[in-house]
Protein backbone atom coordinates (compact mmCIF):
# COMPACT_ATOMS: atom_id res chain seq x y z
CA UNK A 1 0.00 0.00 0.00
CA UNK A 2 1.98 3.19 -1.33
CA UNK A 3 4.09 2.66 -3.89
CA UNK A 4 6.04 6.29 -3.41
CA UNK A 5 8.84 7.58 -5.19
CA UNK A 6 10.21 10.00 -2.51
CA UNK A 7 12.42 7.21 -0.92
CA UNK A 8 11.58 4.65 -3.18
CA UNK A 9 10.42 2.97 -0.25
CA UNK A 10 7.58 1.22 -2.31
CA UNK A 11 10.41 -0.64 -4.37
CA UNK A 12 12.28 -1.09 -0.75
CA UNK A 13 9.66 -3.10 0.79
CA UNK A 14 8.68 -5.00 -2.49
CA UNK A 15 12.64 -5.90 -2.70
CA UNK A 16 12.72 -7.22 0.54
CA UNK A 17 9.23 -9.11 0.76
CA UNK A 18 10.83 -10.75 -2.32
CA UNK A 19 14.13 -11.77 -0.55
CA UNK A 20 12.12 -13.39 2.16
CA UNK A 21 11.64 -17.25 2.58
CA UNK A 22 7.92 -17.46 3.36
CA UNK A 23 6.14 -14.14 2.02
CA UNK A 24 5.47 -13.70 -1.44
CA UNK A 25 4.21 -10.28 -2.93
CA UNK A 26 1.30 -10.86 -4.78
CA UNK A 27 -0.04 -7.04 -5.16
CA UNK A 28 0.23 -3.51 -4.95
CA UNK A 29 -1.95 -0.48 -4.94
CA UNK A 30 -1.74 3.72 -4.21
CA UNK A 31 -4.16 6.16 -4.59
CA UNK A 32 -2.14 7.46 -7.53
CA UNK A 33 -2.48 6.72 -10.74
CA UNK A 34 1.06 7.03 -11.90
CA UNK A 35 2.58 5.71 -9.18
CA UNK A 36 0.37 2.39 -10.10
CA UNK A 37 1.66 2.65 -13.63
CA UNK A 38 5.38 2.69 -11.91
CA UNK A 39 4.57 -0.37 -9.80
CA UNK A 40 3.06 -2.25 -13.17
CA UNK A 41 6.39 -1.61 -15.28
CA UNK A 42 8.81 -2.29 -11.95
CA UNK A 43 6.61 -5.31 -10.69
CA UNK A 44 5.04 -6.57 -13.74
CA UNK A 45 3.93 -10.19 -12.06
CA UNK A 46 1.88 -8.87 -9.38
CA UNK A 47 -1.67 -7.24 -8.98
CA UNK A 48 -1.62 -4.03 -9.68
CA UNK A 49 -5.57 -2.54 -7.65
CA UNK A 50 -7.43 -0.18 -8.85
CA UNK A 51 -8.91 0.30 -4.98
CA UNK A 52 -8.01 -0.53 -1.75
CA UNK A 53 -11.26 -2.48 -1.30
CA UNK A 54 -9.93 -4.54 -4.43
CA UNK A 55 -6.75 -5.47 -2.29
CA UNK A 56 -8.75 -5.68 0.83
CA UNK A 57 -11.18 -8.29 -0.70
CA UNK A 58 -8.56 -10.22 -2.62
CA UNK A 59 -7.85 -13.58 -0.39
CA UNK A 60 -4.42 -13.68 -1.72
CA UNK A 61 -3.86 -10.79 0.14
CA UNK A 62 -3.14 -11.68 3.85
CA UNK A 63 0.10 -9.08 4.91
CA UNK A 64 -0.71 -5.31 4.51
CA UNK A 65 2.49 -2.98 4.36
CA UNK A 66 1.47 0.37 4.48
CA UNK A 67 4.41 2.33 2.98
CA UNK A 68 1.92 5.87 2.75
CA UNK A 69 1.75 9.31 4.12
CA UNK A 70 1.47 9.39 8.16
CA UNK A 71 -1.65 10.17 9.23
CA UNK A 72 -3.14 7.22 6.83
CA UNK A 73 -2.01 4.43 8.71
CA UNK A 74 -4.27 4.47 11.14
CA UNK A 75 -7.35 4.53 9.41
CA UNK A 76 -5.48 2.26 6.85
CA UNK A 77 -4.66 0.16 9.60
CA UNK A 78 -7.51 -0.49 11.12
CA UNK A 79 -9.40 -0.97 8.07
CA UNK A 80 -7.25 -3.71 7.15
CA UNK A 81 -7.02 -5.42 10.60
CA UNK A 82 -11.15 -5.70 10.11
CA UNK A 83 -10.56 -7.34 7.06
CA UNK A 84 -8.56 -9.79 8.62
CA UNK A 85 -5.59 -9.05 7.31
CA UNK A 86 -1.81 -9.11 8.87
CA UNK A 87 -0.32 -5.49 8.83
CA UNK A 88 3.18 -3.61 9.11
CA UNK A 89 3.08 -0.29 9.13
CA UNK A 90 6.00 2.53 8.63
CA UNK A 91 6.55 4.97 11.08
CA UNK A 92 5.52 6.61 12.90
CA UNK A 93 3.31 3.77 13.36
CA UNK A 94 0.38 6.84 13.77
CA UNK A 95 0.26 9.94 14.97
CA UNK A 96 -0.64 9.81 18.38
CA UNK A 97 -1.72 7.02 21.48
CA UNK A 98 -5.02 7.17 21.23
CA UNK A 99 -4.74 5.98 17.39
CA UNK A 100 -2.32 3.16 18.43
CA UNK A 101 -4.61 2.05 21.01
CA UNK A 102 -7.11 1.77 18.34
CA UNK A 103 -4.94 0.26 15.74
CA UNK A 104 -3.42 -1.94 18.47
CA UNK A 105 -7.79 -2.82 19.34
CA UNK A 106 -8.55 -3.82 15.85
CA UNK A 107 -5.46 -5.99 15.24
CA UNK A 108 -6.50 -8.34 18.73
CA UNK A 109 -10.15 -8.47 17.37
CA UNK A 110 -9.22 -10.58 15.34
CA UNK A 111 -5.61 -12.15 16.27
CA UNK A 112 -3.69 -11.01 13.06
CA UNK A 113 -0.12 -9.34 13.59
CA UNK A 114 0.31 -5.78 13.90
CA UNK A 115 4.08 -4.60 13.60
CA UNK A 116 5.68 -1.53 12.53
CA UNK A 117 8.73 -1.00 10.64
CA UNK A 118 11.60 0.20 12.79
CA UNK A 119 14.16 -1.06 11.10
CA UNK A 120 16.22 1.67 12.47
CA UNK A 121 16.75 -0.18 15.50
CA UNK A 122 18.92 -2.44 13.29
CA UNK A 123 20.93 0.51 12.29
CA UNK A 124 25.22 0.45 12.54
CA UNK A 125 25.61 3.68 14.63
CA UNK A 126 22.76 2.28 17.38
CA UNK A 127 23.69 -1.04 17.35
CA UNK A 128 27.22 0.26 18.27
CA UNK A 129 25.62 2.75 21.16
CA UNK A 130 23.61 0.03 22.31
CA UNK A 131 26.33 -2.52 22.38
CA UNK A 132 28.50 -0.18 24.56
CA UNK A 133 25.81 0.84 27.06
CA UNK A 134 24.60 -3.29 27.30
CA UNK A 135 28.65 -4.04 27.91
CA UNK A 136 28.48 -1.81 31.29
CA UNK A 137 31.83 -0.35 29.81
CA UNK A 138 30.02 3.05 30.58
CA UNK A 139 29.29 2.46 33.89
CA UNK A 140 26.27 4.15 35.68
CA UNK A 141 24.61 5.92 32.57
CA UNK A 142 22.87 9.89 33.14
CA UNK A 143 22.62 10.97 30.04
CA UNK A 144 21.55 10.15 26.24
CA UNK A 145 21.99 12.98 23.25
CA UNK A 146 20.70 11.57 20.11
CA UNK A 147 20.59 14.09 16.94
CA UNK A 148 19.71 13.88 13.10
CA UNK A 149 20.16 17.44 11.57
CA UNK A 150 20.50 19.21 8.49
CA UNK A 151 19.36 21.60 5.76
CA UNK A 152 16.68 20.13 3.61
CA UNK A 153 13.03 21.36 2.26
CA UNK A 154 10.46 18.93 3.88
CA UNK A 155 8.81 18.41 0.19
CA UNK A 156 5.16 16.80 -0.47
CA UNK A 157 3.39 15.64 2.39
CA UNK A 158 6.66 15.66 4.72
CA UNK A 159 6.06 19.48 5.08
CA UNK A 160 2.17 19.21 5.68
CA UNK A 161 0.63 19.42 9.79
CA UNK A 162 -2.71 17.30 8.42
CA UNK A 163 -0.57 14.69 6.37
CA UNK A 164 1.51 14.34 9.59
CA UNK A 165 4.27 15.67 8.22
CA UNK A 166 7.20 17.69 10.18
CA UNK A 167 10.53 16.56 12.06
CA UNK A 168 8.95 14.89 15.11
CA UNK A 169 7.18 12.45 13.41
CA UNK A 170 9.41 12.08 10.66
CA UNK A 171 12.99 11.51 11.90
CA UNK A 172 11.56 11.99 15.42
CA UNK A 173 9.56 8.60 15.04
CA UNK A 174 13.17 6.61 14.99
CA UNK A 175 14.69 8.57 17.31
CA UNK A 176 12.25 8.28 20.32
CA UNK A 177 11.88 4.17 19.35
CA UNK A 178 15.69 3.99 19.77
CA UNK A 179 15.82 5.87 22.72
CA UNK A 180 13.02 3.49 24.20
CA UNK A 181 14.56 0.35 23.06
CA UNK A 182 17.79 1.21 24.87
CA UNK A 183 15.98 1.99 28.07
CA UNK A 184 13.53 -0.63 28.26
CA UNK A 185 12.64 -1.76 30.99
CA UNK A 186 12.93 1.70 32.41
CA UNK A 187 9.79 4.19 31.09
CA UNK A 188 9.92 8.05 30.66
CA UNK A 189 8.12 10.07 32.86
CA UNK A 190 8.67 13.63 31.80
CA UNK A 191 8.97 15.25 28.81
CA UNK A 192 10.17 19.34 27.83
CA UNK A 193 9.94 20.31 24.02
CA UNK A 194 10.67 23.24 21.73
CA UNK A 195 9.66 23.37 18.28
CA UNK A 196 10.71 26.16 15.98
CA UNK A 197 8.68 26.74 12.80
CA UNK A 198 10.49 28.69 9.80
CA UNK A 199 13.60 28.54 7.79
CA UNK A 200 10.98 26.85 4.95
CA UNK A 201 7.67 27.94 3.67
CA UNK A 202 6.02 25.09 5.67
CA UNK A 203 3.09 24.74 8.25
CA UNK A 204 5.11 22.32 10.06
CA UNK A 205 7.91 22.32 12.70
CA UNK A 206 11.66 22.50 11.41
CA UNK A 207 13.51 21.80 14.38
CA UNK A 208 12.75 20.21 17.61
CA UNK A 209 14.52 19.74 20.84
CA UNK A 210 13.00 17.04 23.15
CA UNK A 211 14.26 16.24 26.72
CA UNK A 212 13.05 12.88 27.92
CA UNK A 213 13.85 12.08 31.79
CA UNK A 214 13.44 7.97 32.55
CA UNK A 215 12.70 6.71 35.63
CA UNK A 216 16.30 4.72 36.05
CA UNK A 217 17.54 8.93 36.20
CA UNK A 218 18.59 8.92 32.50
CA UNK A 219 18.14 12.13 31.02
CA UNK A 220 17.58 11.80 27.00
CA UNK A 221 17.84 14.56 24.29
CA UNK A 222 16.42 14.03 20.71
CA UNK A 223 16.81 16.68 18.42
CA UNK A 224 15.91 16.69 14.88
CA UNK A 225 15.49 18.90 11.98
CA UNK A 226 16.11 20.36 8.67
CA UNK A 227 16.87 23.93 8.88
CA UNK A 228 20.74 23.15 10.51
CA UNK A 229 23.28 24.46 8.66
CA UNK A 230 25.81 22.46 11.09
CA UNK A 231 25.02 19.50 12.74
CA UNK A 232 25.00 18.17 16.53
CA UNK A 233 26.91 14.70 17.16
CA UNK A 234 24.72 11.91 16.01
CA UNK A 235 24.90 10.04 19.37
CA UNK A 236 26.39 11.13 22.91
CA UNK A 237 26.01 8.97 25.53
CA UNK A 238 27.57 9.62 28.77
CA UNK A 239 27.82 7.06 32.19
CA UNK A 240 30.29 7.82 35.19
CA UNK A 241 32.91 5.46 33.63
CA UNK A 242 33.27 6.25 29.97
CA UNK A 243 31.44 8.05 27.32
CA UNK A 244 30.76 7.25 23.72
CA UNK A 245 30.91 10.11 21.04
CA UNK A 246 29.34 9.59 17.69
CA UNK A 247 30.42 12.79 15.56
CA UNK A 248 28.52 11.56 12.59
CA UNK A 249 27.35 7.94 11.37
CA UNK A 250 30.45 5.93 10.66
CA UNK A 251 32.97 7.23 13.69
CA UNK A 252 32.93 5.94 17.29
CA UNK A 253 35.24 7.03 19.92
CA UNK A 254 35.38 5.73 23.36
CA UNK A 255 36.88 7.86 26.57
CA UNK A 256 36.59 6.67 30.15
CA UNK A 257 38.67 4.93 33.11
CA UNK A 258 39.06 1.45 30.90
CA UNK A 259 40.73 -1.24 32.23
CA UNK A 260 41.96 0.97 34.99
CA UNK A 261 43.13 3.87 33.33
CA UNK A 262 42.16 6.79 31.54
CA UNK A 263 41.84 5.78 27.51
CA UNK A 264 40.40 7.20 24.32
CA UNK A 265 39.87 4.68 21.83
CA UNK A 266 37.94 4.33 18.65
CA UNK A 267 35.47 1.80 18.43
CA UNK A 268 34.63 -0.13 14.90
CA UNK A 269 30.82 0.62 14.12
CA UNK A 270 28.61 -2.51 13.78
CA UNK A 271 27.29 -3.38 10.66
CA UNK A 272 23.79 -2.14 9.85
CA UNK A 273 21.37 -5.05 9.27
CA UNK A 274 18.20 -3.71 8.15
CA UNK A 275 17.93 -7.14 6.01
CA UNK A 276 17.00 -9.12 9.23
CA UNK A 277 13.69 -7.13 9.44
CA UNK A 278 11.68 -9.44 7.40
CA UNK A 279 12.81 -12.75 7.38
CA UNK A 280 11.99 -11.88 11.21
CA UNK A 281 8.37 -10.82 10.35
CA UNK A 282 8.01 -14.16 8.66
CA UNK A 283 9.60 -16.06 11.54
CA UNK A 284 7.03 -14.48 13.35
CA UNK A 285 3.85 -15.50 10.38
CA UNK A 286 5.40 -18.51 9.73
CA UNK A 287 6.42 -20.58 13.27
CA UNK A 288 5.45 -18.53 15.70
CA UNK A 289 8.27 -16.25 16.32
CA UNK A 290 8.75 -13.43 18.69
CA UNK A 291 6.88 -9.92 16.38
CA UNK A 292 9.98 -8.43 15.26
CA UNK A 293 8.56 -5.00 16.83
CA UNK A 294 5.99 -4.62 19.13
CA UNK A 295 3.09 -2.16 18.73
CA UNK A 296 2.87 -1.84 22.93
CA UNK A 297 6.72 -0.81 22.75
CA UNK A 298 6.34 1.30 20.23
CA UNK A 299 3.52 3.03 21.72
CA UNK A 300 5.68 3.90 24.59
CA UNK A 301 7.57 6.48 21.94
CA UNK A 302 4.06 7.63 21.07
CA UNK A 303 3.52 8.70 24.50
CA UNK A 304 7.02 10.36 23.97
CA UNK A 305 5.56 12.35 20.71
CA UNK A 306 2.39 13.28 22.60
CA UNK A 307 3.87 14.76 25.42
CA UNK A 308 6.22 16.86 23.39
CA UNK A 309 3.70 18.16 21.14
CA UNK A 310 1.92 19.34 24.17
CA UNK A 311 5.15 20.40 26.11
CA UNK A 312 5.68 22.70 22.77
CA UNK A 313 2.30 24.09 22.82
CA UNK A 314 2.45 24.84 26.46
CA UNK A 315 5.63 25.39 26.99
CA UNK A 316 5.70 23.52 30.68
CA UNK A 317 7.22 20.53 31.52
CA UNK A 318 4.98 17.21 30.60
CA UNK A 319 4.34 14.38 33.10
CA UNK A 320 3.39 10.85 30.95
CA UNK A 321 1.05 8.64 32.91
CA UNK A 322 3.17 5.15 33.13
N1 LIG B 1 11.84 3.49 7.67
C1 LIG B 1 12.53 4.27 6.87
O1 LIG B 1 13.74 4.24 6.80
C2 LIG B 1 11.75 5.20 5.98
C3 LIG B 1 12.37 5.97 4.98
C4 LIG B 1 11.57 6.79 4.17
C5 LIG B 1 10.18 6.81 4.37
N2 LIG B 1 9.64 6.06 5.37
C6 LIG B 1 8.19 6.06 5.64
O2 LIG B 1 7.49 5.50 4.54
C7 LIG B 1 6.20 6.10 4.45
C8 LIG B 1 6.03 6.69 3.05
O3 LIG B 1 7.10 7.59 2.79
P1 LIG B 1 7.63 7.80 1.32
O4 LIG B 1 8.91 8.54 1.38
O5 LIG B 1 7.60 6.52 0.57
O6 LIG B 1 6.49 8.78 0.76
P2 LIG B 1 6.06 9.05 -0.75
O7 LIG B 1 5.31 10.32 -0.76
O8 LIG B 1 7.23 8.88 -1.68
O9 LIG B 1 5.06 7.84 -1.04
C9 LIG B 1 3.81 7.71 -0.42
C10 LIG B 1 2.87 7.06 -1.41
O10 LIG B 1 1.65 6.78 -0.74
C11 LIG B 1 0.61 7.03 -1.66
N3 LIG B 1 -0.62 7.20 -0.90
C12 LIG B 1 -1.04 8.29 -0.22
N4 LIG B 1 -2.20 8.03 0.41
C13 LIG B 1 -2.52 6.77 0.10
C14 LIG B 1 -3.61 5.93 0.43
N5 LIG B 1 -4.62 6.36 1.22
N6 LIG B 1 -3.64 4.68 -0.06
C15 LIG B 1 -2.64 4.24 -0.87
N7 LIG B 1 -1.58 4.99 -1.23
C16 LIG B 1 -1.53 6.24 -0.74
C17 LIG B 1 1.04 8.25 -2.44
O11 LIG B 1 0.35 8.37 -3.67
C18 LIG B 1 2.53 7.96 -2.61
O12 LIG B 1 2.78 7.27 -3.82
C19 LIG B 1 6.13 7.12 5.58
O13 LIG B 1 5.54 6.54 6.68
C20 LIG B 1 7.61 7.44 5.84
O14 LIG B 1 7.87 7.92 7.14
C21 LIG B 1 10.39 5.27 6.15
Redo the contacts with the bound molecule.
Sequence with gaps: ??????????KHHADNVRKTDGLVLKGV????PA?RDAAKTEQPDVVVYDT?EALLDSADIELVV?????D??AP?SIAASNAGKHVL????MCLNVAECDAMIAAAKKTGKCLSV?Q??RLDGDYLTVKKQIESGTLGNLFSIESSVNGYWFPA??RGVKKSGGGML??WG??LTDQLVQLMLPARPVSVYANFHYGGHDVDVETQTTVSIRFDNGVMAQIDVGCVSWLTRPRWLVRGEKAAVLMPDWETCTLRGMLNGSEQQMSIPVEASAWERFYPALSAHLNDGAPLPVDPTEVRIALSVIDAAFESGRTGRSVEIAP
Design positions: MGYGGQFAMGFDVDRFLITPHTHLTEKVYNRGWYDAH
